[in-house]
């Protein structure tokens, strides 16, 4: 800054901190958002993400289904970002130097700061089964709106050439929900179109049984759920490792509790749909001591990592160790209420620090997952994730298709709104007894 007084003249120099956040999904929008309200105004708040749009995730399955255009569920950034004062940056992180506390961008600038908050999501690491994938294999999938787009291509050629249909988890997956919701939408969506006869459906599972979701099942999902898929059905071939895929057939192995090969099943499909494992992204895997083996960030009770301390991650990128061993591998899911968790334990963290206070809050990890399935859907809440639980329970409705609507439509509401958690929502929350944040025990 120059002030000039007569003739005299003199540089000013204002210290000013820097937070970077890396991604701009559920949890780096929610956390940039946060902060900017929260810190100071000299505060520079740095939102970096790998293009100009924010994609509501959840709504993949619809769009896969051509119940959502891809316009209905993508949000250009650039106008909120500057109406909301926050330094946006659309060429993604190639290279993070927590020694030097900088992060390079996609288009070679160079960023310091005194926090870096890493919300990048996963890599789709497709390439563990040989033929899966919609760039470079034969399957489908929801994992992002480029991806559910290509789906909804397969699913118009079904419409027209109805055929089998598998849809799934493979090996070492995470996140079950969306294929659940995806075959359970789509069986609702044949019937409606009066060719469900003609389209044989199989769930193929990397889960020990259904209904598992990675969490050891939440209240009674395995009988619900398998009650579901046999009124509509839907076989199911569980503890399921894929071999490799074909144009038009899927090579299993179905295991037993011993990890030995109990079945082989050589299954053909005009379209299948499969959520891979995930690892993490590569610059963020790359940083020496940060990551597990797959690319997931080692975090403290307070969402920072114990080898660098002014680095934090949320979401999907977090290293979370799988509830318990099965036959097949399954990872342990970061659902959205559980990211919303990491996000808000973040931002009271950082400005704690920023006040020289020590840090003292925790995130609960309930978790809150709401699955459409068409005509209904499935709400499953785990209060906290792992058992012991304080609340375990699964219900299905009419009124959980339409929560998830609402929540769809809120979600985007907030992005466009700069807010990332209205006080309504909070009271509403903690009125139905689900905390994101506690105090850490030895406070």
Not at 126 to 136: C, I, K, L, Q, Y
Request: aromatic share 10%; hydrophobic share 40%; net charge neutral.
């Amino acid at each position: 800054m120059l002030l000039q007084k007569g003739e005299q003249q003199r540089q000013v120099v204002i210290m000013t901190k820097r937070t970077i956040v890396l991604g701009a999904g559920l949890g780096g929008i929610s956390i940039a958002y946060e902060l900017r309200q929260r810190l100071p105004a000299e505060h520079d708040v740095v939102l970096i993400n790998e293009q100009e749009e924010f994609q509501f995730v959840p709504s993949n399955p619809w769009v896969a289904l051509g119940v959502r255009t891809r316009e209905q569920v993508v949000v250009n950034l650039i106008p909120y970002m500057e109406k909301f004062k926050l330094n946006f940056k659309s060429s993604g992180a190639t290279h993070i130097d927590p020694e030097a506390k900088t992060v390079i961008t996609g288009d070679g600038e160079s960023i310091a700061y005194d926090y870096l908050v890493i919300c990048t999501g996963p890599k789709l690491a497709f390439e563990t089964v040989s033929g899966a994938g919609p760039e470079n294999g034969y399957t489908q999938s929801v994992c992002t709106v480029e991806h559910a787009l290509k789906a909804y291509s397969a699913f118009e050629k079904l419409i027209t050439t109805p055929g089998p249909v598998i849809v799934g988890a493979m090996q070492g997956a995470s996140c079950f929900g969306p294929a659940y919701e995806y075959i359970l939408s789509l069986e609702s969506e044949l019937r409606k179109r009066k060719i469900r006869d003609k389209v044989p459906m199989t769930f193929v599972t990397s889960e020990p049984y259904i209904g598992h979701m990675g969490l050891g099942g939440v209240g009674d999902s395995k009988s619900l759920m398998e009650h579901e898929f046999r009124e509509r059905g839907i076989r199911w071939i569980c503890n399921a490792k894929i071999q490799s895929f074909e144009p038009t057939v899927a090579h299993i192995e179905e295991l037993n509790r011993k990890s030995d090969i109990e079945f082989t099943h050589d299954l053909e499909f005009s379209l299948a749909m499969f959520i891979p494992p995930f690892k993490g992204t590569p610059a963020v895997a790359a940083v020496p001591g940060l990551c597990n083996p797959k690319g997931f960030v080692f975090v403290d009770d307070f969402m920072r990592s114990p080898e660098y301390n002014h680095i934090f991650a949320a979401g999907v990128c977090v290293a979370i160790p799988p509830l318990e061993t099965t036959p097949v591998p399954v990872g342990a899911p970061k659902t959205g209420f559980m990211i919303e968790s990491m996000t808000s334990t973040i931002v009271e963290n950082i400005i704690r620090l920023e006040k020289g206070e020590k840090m003292n809050t925790t995130p609960t990890l309930n978790a809150l997952c709401l699955a459409d399935m068409g005509d209904k859907g499935a709400a499953f809440v785990a209060l906290p994730q792992n058992p012991p639980r304080n609340v375990n329970w699964t219900s299905m409705g009419k009124w959980v298709h339409i929560a998830k609507i609402a929540f769809e439509k809120y979600f985007l509401y907030k992005v466009k709104n700069g807010t990332s958690e209205p006080l309504y929502e909070k009271y509403m929350l903690k009125a139905a007894g689900i905390e994101r944040t506690k105090e850490h025990p030895d406070k």
